[in-house]
């Protein structure tokens, strides 16, 4: 007899659906599982066949049994299929019937050997695909429950083990449903690096307020101790809240690679990824056997902070570039293409030189002329222009170091860089942008409008500083985000001023 039942499978972060096929007829006895599937789809075969028999039902061994997972040129992996292909064999072989058409239903999980149901990786997108293609139930393991209820109006029943869904569906038990209604988070209070707490420093303060409230790059340069990694830490702590649609994005990214704890309902905060210098291009991109995403998109719609900048590799630094130009990265193998989000807030950290005191007033600089330039090259210009603020900063003063009085604390920033935030939402309301940082060429032209004195002295930093293209564009963007933070709905000449000191790079300056 045949039987299907339908699930899914994740390619990158979307999801298509899979047809369970299985066939139960005489013949030579064999159990063979037929659709492009790897080890993990293969071993689906004792598990299944283990988790049967020990919960006291019948397996067919004496028949001739075939597993098609439809399409057949898709390739399927990992351990998800278990529950539709152990369902379909019950189907088959006519143990139970479904009450209700089974094309409503969508089923995931993984088996073990007694007929548990254990977490799986990649749940989120497969629930969203499930509600955006009409399938009213999800049937899962209970381990993903939290996070399957992300997605409001879709019945989810959760699963101890194979027969609970058996009773379920032949109605001796009824399992009641989870209905979802969405999450609610409260922005945190609690931080380990609070603006209040860090001496001096006012400018890159300024710089990180700015870089948060519109989504813009930032490059810290300065001697070794002045604080670069104490002032990048410390931004998670005045990101605004996540939105409904960014928990959903950032949260599907997680549970495709794996990154969610059992139980773990969504991602609460903002990502902060800080990888290594040593990493290769496919961590920090996106790549493997299978893909998995990278860093950059780990850190979508957070915060990438990569310190001591010039220790990365070039090819690495290299591969940010599109990236940082288009806020995806596509992955290209022999056998696709996968595209995944990569939206982040770049914040880099370096030394002006190989010794570190470049520039500083209290030691001397110990490298030759040579040493310097091969350095600073080792950072190529396209993707310096990429950076919307470059800033320095300067070793700390022992006055500010012993100060008494608190700085302005993180909940005080976080207030401003939030109210920015939502005149941004409401700008773009109709653009599928969050921040002024993702504005394109004509989102720029209708948002970025400045008089006549502003153009002229935009003109003149062009001139004089020779700045790109996209250094034009991107110090447009930086303006509108000061005028954001400032409650203006016009970008005025000193919102300008502002944006181009953070444009000059700081060799030019003398630094």
Known sequence: MLSKVYSAANIGLNSKLVEAEVDISKGFPCFTIVGLPDKAVEE?????????????????????????????????????????????????????????????????????????LRHINGVLPMVIFAKENGYQEVYLPEANLAEARLVKGLKIFPLKNLKDLINHLTGQKIIEPVISRGVEIRAREDFEVDFAFIKGQEFAKRALEIAAAGGHNLLMIGPPGSGKTLLARALPSILPILTQEEILEVTKIYSVAGLLKEGESFIKERPFRAPHHTSSEAALIGGGNPPRPGEIS?????????????????????????????????VSRARGRLTYPAEF???????????????????????????????????????????DLHLEVPRISFEKLTEENLAED???????????????????????????????????????????????LLRIAIDDYHLSARAYHRILKVARTIADLAGEEKILINHLAEAIQYRVKLEEVGF
């Open 298 to 330: 780990l850190a979508h719609r957070g915060v990438l902070f990569l310190d001591e900048l010039p220790e990365f590799r070039r090819t690495v630094l290299e591969s940010l570039r599109q990236p940082l130009e288009d806020g995806i990265v596509t």
């Open 345 to 387: 807030i770049l914040i880099a950290a370096q030394n002006p030189c190989p010794c570190g005191f470049f520039g500083d007033k209290e030691r001397n600089c110990l490298c030759s002329a040579g040493q310097i330039i091969r350095y600073r090259k080792k950072i190529s210009g396209p993707l310096l222009d990429r950076i």
């Open 44 to 116: 689906a075969k004792e598990r299944v066949r283990s988790a049967l028999v020990n919960l006291g039902l019948k397996f067919p061994a004496q028949r001739r049994i075939i597993i098609n997972l439809a399409p057949a040129d898709l390739k399927k992996e990992g351990s998800i299929y278990d529950l539709p292909i152990a369902l379909g064999i019950l189907l088959a072989s006519e143990q139970i019937a479904f009450e209700f058409l089974p094309e409503l239903k969508l089923f995931v999980g993984e088996l073990a050997l007694n007929g548990d």
């Open 410 to 456: 993180s909940k005080t920033v976080r207030q401003r860089v939030q109210r920015a935030r939502e005149i941004q939402e409401q700008r773009f309301k109709n653009e599928k942008i969050f921040t002024n940082a993702e504005m394109n060429i004509h989102q720029i032209k209708k948002y970025c409008q400045i008089d006549d004195r502003a153009k002229n």
